[in-house]
């Protein structure tokens, strides 16, 4: 039965019966995920609203280890409101995207301190607080709360996109994916929460992105991408422009006390407020490097080889240099750090990389 204009009684027949079938089916295959409440528990707004933040452009697979290990060293929101920012993001080195670590620790400071532990049960109020956007507000009041909010992430995208045959390209499709998403959300007011899940569930293993299991759908009888015979092909994105191609110098920079010069990079930017190996300026490819003012009056070595890493915005190219220094004074943005300390898996990425290749 295809599902045709909302407002009609025939609509809303099939999304009844869409939403039946698809909590059917989830709760017999429902994901046992770590933030998630089991059958009969009351969900854990602290867990929902880590989880989701950790979730934003990462993978349930990457986040779980994550997610555990903040949970058992922060169990609540004031202990992780009372951690200091160099530890917070130090245990986050690696999950990317570090802007969500900075408001993960401002959010938990005002949920700690002006609402006693809380965490507002609506979107509105919910938005107010930092890292705290339309589809997170959404997520953490169905989830937590139990109450009705359209929850759009980019597996629910994909089973819109295929259930209505949506055509047009992402992301000017997502307005149109949200209405129709918000078809099944709004007013529902029986499971809420578990609707949200089954929907990101769907999309999670068997509404897949390149080859969707559609023999295993239990929603396929409402598919008109399946029933065009167009559903992989959906949803449809437009063509990325090619990302910037920038290049730089980064250095490991000792000292006759077996100390290593460790920077932590300004809280705006790229791999904002993080612990880092110093490096000149991230520039675009063909133009000329310019040296860093720390080491005017150094000597550096080029080692030969070279850091090559991609982020969402920009591809980096970073050769490898060795500096041996009596006489560096650091800014206040640097400091010495005995080499026997250093930990590659407190860095993002693109330094761990580095970290670990100078060690050798």
Known sequence: MTITKRNNKSSMHDIEKFRGQLLNWYDENRRILPWRALPGQ?????????????????????VIPYFLKFTKTWPDVHALAAESSD???????????????????????IVANDLDGVFPNNQAELKKLPGIGDYTSA?????AFNKPATVVDGNV????????AVEEPMPKSKPQLKAHAAKFFDGYTDRPGDLAQAFMDLGAG?????????????????????KLDIAATLPRKAK?????????????????????????????GLLG???????????????????????????????????????T???????????????????KDHQWRSISGINAADFPTVFKKAVKLFLK
């Not at 995208?157 to 209505?164: G, I, L, N, Q, S």
């Open 206 to 226: 068997t509404c897949i992105a390149k080859t969707p299991r559609c023999a295993l759908c239990p929603v396929s009888d409402h598919c008109v991408g399946l």
């Open 139 to 143: 997520a953490i009041t169905a989830i």
């Open 42 to 62: 009351v969900a854990d707004p602290y867990h929902v609203w880590l989880s989701e933040i950790m979730l934003q452009q990462t993978t349930v697979g990457a």
């Open 273 to 311: 407020g993080t612990l880092a190996l110093p490096t000149t300026e991230w520039i675009e490819k063909g133009q000329g490097i310019i040296p860093l003012d720390l080491l005017k009056d150094q000597n550096s070595t080029d080692l030969g080889e070279k850091i090559h890493h991609s982020f």
């Open 240 to 268: 990325k422009k090619p990302k910037p191609q920038r290049h730089g110098d980064i250095y490991w920079i000792t000292n006759d006390n077996a100390e290593a010069l460790l920077h932590r990079r300004p809280d705006k």
């Open 87 to 109: 530890v917070l993001m130090a245990a986050w080195a690696g999950l990317g995207y570090y802007a969500r670590a900075r408001n993960l620790h401002a959010c938990a400071k």
């Open 313 to 331: 915005q920009i591809d980096l190219e970073l050769p490898l240099k060795t500096v041996t220094t009596t006489s560096l004074i650091p800014s």
């Open 157 to 164: 995208d994909r089973v819109m996109a295929r259930t209505f």
